[in-house]
């Protein structure tokens, strides 16, 4: 495998980083008939964050030989379910965490009711990105379908779905395979959902590289939670912007605790190469996917 | 005005909400990752309620001349809305209701953290229905048309900007001007996008039928809105399910504090005229909305 530089890469991910965050701040600023609901609602969007979702819905849409631009739209709308879900976890009756990416979560930035409206706002918006998007490359049909898939990953067959597992799981002895399927509807639905939306977001995307990329993804999804474990045991908590250590705190259930920490590292490198290997019928263009593969195991924070 | 009779019309609204209830219940029967969720769905869903959105939304396919049946997903989908944003305010952190229609709200039943992830739930799936409805007759340009109408409604240019308007409001003293806005979104904007979705499900609609439709939801969604503050006075703590007075103890401003109970009174007749009114260029095809804009400022509950 002759991935990309790690200068290339790095100029790779700052360019996403920049188009979404250049999208965001454009969709936020459409009219919010209350400024405090407003400013909440930027306050948790455009406070920094990896991004990483943004960034496969690029790499999805470059695997498939189309634009960045193009992915703009599915970048923008599972960036804002992230930030919904994050701002809910984080509210007292949930994960009850008052920092997020280090500084103060929007519940103890402004209040729990605005955390909660802000929240379902966001929720709305990622649907109205789609619904009402200009971007002429992507069809009506696909469009729709973009909109079933996001909201599929988001709600009771995934994320949410995961959240409720995970929230019921504080302090119960979980088996690994349950622990797989709550960690496969928290995280990995809206993963799999970045890459697949990336995908569609061309019209030039033919359904083995669709059946590939849904592939690699669910792989990656399992892998980035795997690595969130670890690094939750072995993170620095000024990198991690909130404290080491808080789901040993809050006695969760993890990968590290269920397999100790060599046994989490292998299965998250194993399955890092599982996800290239989906990329078998890609070209040369899914290297950028090849490399965040790497990186998401790699990373420290 | 010649309008159908009570038993006819009582007749109508069973219809609705035997209709709704029914594709609801289909709705909440898809697979659910968690029993506790899936659960907390139904319950929050499937309990009562008057299902006025809904029933605006089939009266509205009838004012075009098309089949209930056609609006089964609007109908789903407003309510959807209509009860994640229920459960939500009845939060602690929100308005602090432990009953709703006479029984335990969803965070008192459950949990705070399964009701918080339960009102998150039934937001996707509002979109989900419209976006996955099989129904022919809609367009996909049409169902992304409900999606964007929908979004907006519920989200920062709806429903929830006046929820926030609402919660920073308690125990300061409003005019008449931003206690009309702040209701506009928060009951007003969903109530419009019931009757706009409704009308929507019919491909012979026309512009002209739209616009009518759409003023006449703007004045009962005020109507309605008075009338829960007027019934908030009056009302009969059984029949209303929650608390007499519940608005006036906590301090909120409501049209029967701003103007006494005479004038609100007066002033909700005039709005249901004035909806009516709106209805000209539909022919007897409306009568169900014509009689609904007088129920609205008529129901004792």
């Known amino acids: 495998m002759n991935l990309p530089s790690s200068p290339a890469l790095q100029a790779f991910l700052e360019q996403c980083q920049q188009r979404v965050e250049s999208a965001l701040t454009t969709h936020l600023s459409n009219e919010v008939r209350s ?8 306050y948790a969007t455009l406070k920094g964050g990896k991004r990483i979702r943004p960034v496969l819905a690029y790499a999805s849409i470059l695997a498939i030989g189309d634009e960045l631009k193009h992915a703009d739209t599915a970048a923008c709308a599972v960036e804002l379910i992230h930030c919904y879900s994050l701002v809910h976890d984080d509210l007292p009756a949930m994960d009850n965490d008052d920092f997020r990416r280090g500084i103060p979560a929007v519940h103890k930035a402004y209040d729990e009711a605005t955390a909660i409206l802000t929240g379902d706002a966001l929720q709305s918006l ?6 009402n998007c200009s971007t002429d490359a992507i069809s009506s049909n ?10 599929e990953a988001a709600g009771a067959q995934g994320m949410v779905a995961g959240q409720e597992l995970d929230s019921t799981a504080v302090g119960k002895q979980l088996e690994l395979a349950q622990l797989e399927i709550m960690h496969s509807l928290k995280t990995g639905a809206l993963i799999k959902a970045s890459v697949q939306l990336g995908a569609l977001s061309s019209p030039a995307v033919t359904d083995e590289q669709f059946q590939a990329l849904s592939r690699y993804a669910e ?11 670890i690094l939750d045991v072995t993170g620095n908590t000024d990198t991690l912007g909130k404290p080491r250590g808080s789901d040993q705190s809050q006695n969760k259930p993890t990968y590290v605790s269920l397999l100790g920490l060599g046994a989490a590292r292998a299965k998250a490198t194993e399955l890092s190469e599982r996800a290239v290997a989906a990329l078998e019928p890609l070209t040369q263009s899914a290297d950028e996917l090849r490399w965040l593969a790497q990186f998401i195991v790699k990373r420290v924070h």
């Open 126 to 131: 990622a649907f109205q990105v789609i619904a």
């Open 219 to 229: 792989n990656i999804g399992l892998a980035f939670q795997i690595q969130d474990d």
């Open 35 to 42: 400024e405090r609901l407003s400013a909440a609602m930027q």
């Open 142 to 151: 696909v469009r729709l379908r973009m909109v079933t898939i996001l909201s």
